[in-house]
């Protein structure tokens, strides 16, 4: 098993920046395929941007292609979300996933464990 815990969230401007991060423990998280996903209220929660265990693959969302990026630093069980460029749409709640799969899924069932979400918030 693989506890998550994400971090740095906030309120940003439109077209500031925000870093995410996601702490896993438990387990050994090279082991391991990662996502990002984000969920407004009366929303299914989408995925944004997904990397395989290695970090060698990488899946991003059509509407944050060129602005957001993830990367992974398995010696210190970490994950990242780097967020540029932000829109008001960006704003929601983004969760850290992880599976012991590597396919990259793109919906929640495809994934195991969850962290607790951090809000992000960008204003127009």
């Known amino acids: 098993q693989v506890q998550l815990v994400e971090s740095g969230g906030g309120l940003v401007q439109a077209g500031g920046s925000l870093r995410l991060s996601c702490a896993a423990s438990?387990?050994?998280?090279?082991?391991?395929?990662a996502a990002w996903f984000r969920q407004v209220p009366g929303k299914e929660r989408e995925a944004v941007a997904a990397?395989?265990?290695?970090?060698?693959?990488?899946y991003y969302v059509d509407s944050v292609k060129g602005r957001f990026t993830t990367s992974r630093d398995n010696t210190k069980n970490m994950v990242y979300l780097q967020m540029n460029s932000l829109k008001p749409e960006d704003t929601a709640v983004y969760y850290c996933?992880?599976?012991?799969?590597?396919?990259?899924?793109?919906?929640?069932?495809?994934?195991?464990?969850w962290g607790q979400g951090t809000q992000v918030t960008v204003s127009s």
């Open positions: 996933a992880a599976d012991y799969r590597n396919g990259l899924t793109k919906v929640p069932s495809g994934y195991d464990y």
């Open positions: 438990g387990s050994t998280f090279s082991s391991y395929a």
């Open positions: 990397i395989s265990r290695l970090g060698i693959n990488t």
